[in-house]
């Protein structure tokens, strides 16, 4: 009987691995592809996350960004150095991901990898998980299992407070120009953007929309970007995914379990940052599940509480923000992007430095004439 199974080795799994197993719990995590896997994902990682943990992330880093470069419709550029602490960590996710579950597994916790979970049960007491090679029981359960995984549903999460998302993204090697800079286009897609980030040997070159409306053509947009960059998307492998967005207050837990991570739709609406968050779940997750293992008959549902203060109070005003300026984006970019201390400001919430509630007002009045 372990005092916590995790279901899913990403980001969340992880960090809740490393900090419970740390506490001196005992930990299972359950992973359904063989590790390292790859993940499709921008890999754009903010260094706050340094302060949840201590030990040194530098091996698991592939450049460090401090520059921005944004473009309308491949033209009217702006550039800037950001003024933050650290630079923006750029990560590739099978590197990352399994750099973090080692960690988790120095401290004691146990990995069993190209393992997938089939399905739960509730024992009076205890959650029985089965696999296709045994089952195995938990006083706790932790769903850490992405944006598609099962675990929500058969947790009885049948609505979750979601806003699906659609991403395209490429990994090209190529001989990268500047390793220090990152790229954002808006204007040439509806209702997202286009990014560009680089890592020690290539680019990750992305597209998502965040609001909805009339289908695009993924591909073919994506490919005229990275033409910019000459680079050829078309012989890349390219993968489409769903992301779970931030939607407002919701639930995040029940009889002895708790959603982490993507699972829980903790993706930024605006930027659709969504290491971060997923971390932060875990962290609070491996700290509530064990004041719960102590006694705490509040621990469960005080998690929900945490993650919708310190979390979703934030994502509101992203969300707000998301809708006014990709609704408007013409606008967005002239009156944020453009403003000179625009650039500064992504920075710093790309870096943790600044919420969205620091800034969302000021720039909504500006999106928004007599908004507020």
């Given at each position: ?29 359950l992973e359904k592809d063989s ?37 309308w419709k491949l033209e009217d ?51 029985q998980v089965n696999t296709a ?240």
């Amino acid at each position: 009987m372990y005092d916590c199974i995790i279901v899913g080795a990403g980001p969340a799994g992880s960090a809740a691995a490393y900090h419970l197993a740390k506490r001196g719990n005992s930990v299972l995590v359950l992973e359904k592809d063989s590790l390292p896997r790859y993940k499709p994902c921008g890999g754009g990682v903010s260094p706050a996350i340094a302060q949840w943990f201590d030990f040194d992330f530098s091996p698991a880093i592939s450049v460090k960004v401090d520059s921005l470069r944004f473009t309308w419709k491949l033209e009217d550029p702006v550039e800037a150095k950001i003024d933050i602490k650290e630079p923006v960590w750029m990560v590739r996710r099978e590197i990352f991901d399994h750099f973090l579950i080692q960690q988790a597994q120095q401290q004691g916790a146990e990995l069993k990898d190209n393992l997938e979970v089939i399905g739960i049960e509730f024992k009076s007491d205890h959650w029985q998980v089965n696999t296709a090679k045994g089952t195995f029981t938990g006083k706790y359960l932790i769903a850490a299992d992405g944006a598609k995984g099962p675990m929500a549903k058969w947790l009885g999460f049948k609505d979750r407070k979601r806003r699906l998302a659609g991403a395209l993204e490429a990994e090209v090697p190529a001989e990268v120009v500047n390793k220090n800079m990152a790229h954002f286009e808006f204007g040439l897609l509806k209702n997202g953007y286009i990014w560009n980030f680089p890592k020690a040997d290539g680019y990750s070159i992305g597209i998502g929309t965040f609001i909805g409306g009339e289908p695009q053509d993924f591909k073919k947009i994506l490919d005229q970007y990275a033409q910019s960059f000459n680079v050829d998307v078309k012989n890349s492998k390219q993968y489409g995914h769903a992301i779970c967005l931030w939607d407002g207050t919701q639930k995040l837990h029940t009889q002895n379990a708790i959603l982490a991570g993507e699972a829980a739709c903790v993706v930024d609406p605006f930027t659709a940052e969504g290491i971060r968050p997923s971390i932060f779940t875990g962290v609070l997750a491996a700290q509530f599940i064990h004041q719960a293992l102590g006694g705490d008959l509040n621990a469960i549902e005080n998690y929900s509480n945490a993650i919708n203060e310190q979390w979703g109070a934030d994502m509101a005003w992203a969300q707000k923000l998301a809708g006014a300026f990709y609704r408007f984006p013409g606008i967005g970019y002239k009156v944020g992007v453009k403003r000179p201390s625009g650039a500064q400001i992504m920075g710093k919430i790309l870096c943790g430095e600044l919420k969205y509630g620091d800034v969302a007002g000021r720039a909504l009045q500006r999106l928004i004439p007599g908004f507020g």
